[in-house]
């Protein structure tokens, strides 16, 4: 089965295997005559990348590249990519990448018409007010990773290296106008880094499943992200080069990424600032969180996540039959078991616990979680103690 179709929600999404061609005409589609390209640096490096910008400049679209960001972006890294944009005069954003580009090129094109300064558009309050709408430029978005889900998201996450913080960066005009979803450009991402988006896309689906909020739409969405999680991460690890695993799994990832406008939870409350502080890969540190924040929301979440096993087919459908699948996955998939395996000590726990308290994310968490909790959570999770 080939997985292809012209979608709609929540923006205009163009899926389907060899759709990259489309791209000249879907940025003039936008209105974009000279598109700034937004990749990372490892990206920019790539062939893939080089072809993307060939089909730009034989349709003659004038393009130049911006790349100079890190894996987990700060706000200078944003600040620079305004002054290219601004320097060359550009009218649009291309975004090609996973979370990280597509985060920065999002807010690139958010910031290259504003006075104000990143950080006052953070989403707090009616912060997205103090945004002049008018000085947001387009933003198509090209995903390279099935993950994040960025390219149908309204938001941006930017460490504010000053505070030490990941800040969210949100205006309803972020979401990119045109969404490029090609499955053949997530083809050559390495097995770890396919194991580790796609937990984020599961954990994305999962949180706002298990969320206390009221949302019907998103409760669909997010069940069915699920299942495609089980049924096709196992196969796109398996073998990188199995198109329709990597075509699920980009669906599963723009599925968890509009699902979660029902809220996230603890796990991304802590990921967060592990990701601040540590510089960790963000879904690896969700996937290597995620069981330990289950048991301790398991109060909350028993019934929820038995439906859920039930819709999965799971031989057990209850929690333990649930959990079960989440660690035997983790497992295949080559996912450390405790934070301590990929570097991360003790001795933050205490700062890591206020700072997850204070995240937006443990708002939409099933059961009040006190930054003593995230402490312990931490705790459990660095030293393997379900």
């Not at 000085?135 to 505070?163: H, N, Q």
């Not at 924040?293 to 979440?301: F, S």
């Not at 395996?341 to 616990?353: L, P, S």
């Amino acid at each position: 089965m080939q997985l292809q179709g012209n979608w709609n929600y929540p923006t205009s999404i163009r899926f389907g295997a060899g759709r990259a061609v489309e791209l000249p005409a879907l940025c003039r589609e936008l209105g974009m005559r000279r598109p700034l390209l937004v990749t990372d640096p490892g990206l920019a490096k790539l062939p893939m990348l080089a072809r993307l910008r060939s089909l730009l400049s034989d349709a003659g679209l004038e393009t130049a590249l911006f790349s100079d960001m890190r894996p987990n972006p700060v706000g200078r890294d944003v600040d620079a990519g305004v002054a290219a944009f601004r320097d060359g005069r550009h009218d649009g954003v291309v975004a090609v990448g996973g979370g990280s580009a597509l985060d920065v090129g999002k807010a690139i094109a958010l910031m290259s018409g504003q006075k104000r300064p990143l950080w006052d558009f953070e989403d707090v309050g009616d912060n997205w007010l103090r945004v002049d709408p008018a000085g947001v430029a387009p933003t198509l978005a090209v995903p390279t990773t099935a993950g994040t889900g960025s390219e149908v998201g309204r938001a941006s996450l930017i460490i504010d290296e000053a505070a030490h913080r990941k800040v969210i960066i949100f205006h309803p005009s972020m979401l990119p106008k045109l969404v490029l979803a090609d499955p053949e450009l997530t083809v050559g991402l390495p097995p770890a880094l396919t194991a580790a988006t796609g937990v984020d896309a599961l954990v994305h689906n999962l949180e706002a499943f298990c969320s206390p909020f009221y949302h019907p739409i998103a409760q669909g969405v997010a069940l069915e992200g699920m299942r495609l999680a089980h049924d096709w991460l196992p196969a796109a690890h398996a073998d990188g080069g199995n198109l329709e695993a990597r075509a699920q799994m980009l669906s599963c990832s723009i599925m968890g990424a509009t699902a979660f406008q029902k809220g996230l939870g603890g796990v991304h409350a802590l990921a967060h600032p592990i990701g601040a502080v540590f510089d960790t890969h963000h879904g690896l540190a969700n996937a290597v969180l995620l069981p330990y924040v289950l048991v301790r929301n398991r109060p909350a979440i028993a019934e929820r996540l038995s439906a859920a096993a039930r819709y999965l087919g799971l031989a057990d459908a209850s929690f333990d039959g649930f959990l079960t699948w989440v660690l035997q996955l983790r497992a295949g998939l080559g996912i450390p078991h405790t934070l301590a395996e990929i570097g991360i000590g003790a001795d933050a726990a205490t700062d890591i616990g206020r700072m997850a308290k204070a995240d937006p994310s443990d708002g939409g968490n099933p059961l009040p979680l006190s930054a003593d909790d995230y402490r312990a959570i931490f705790l459990a999770a660095q030293q393997g103690r379900l």
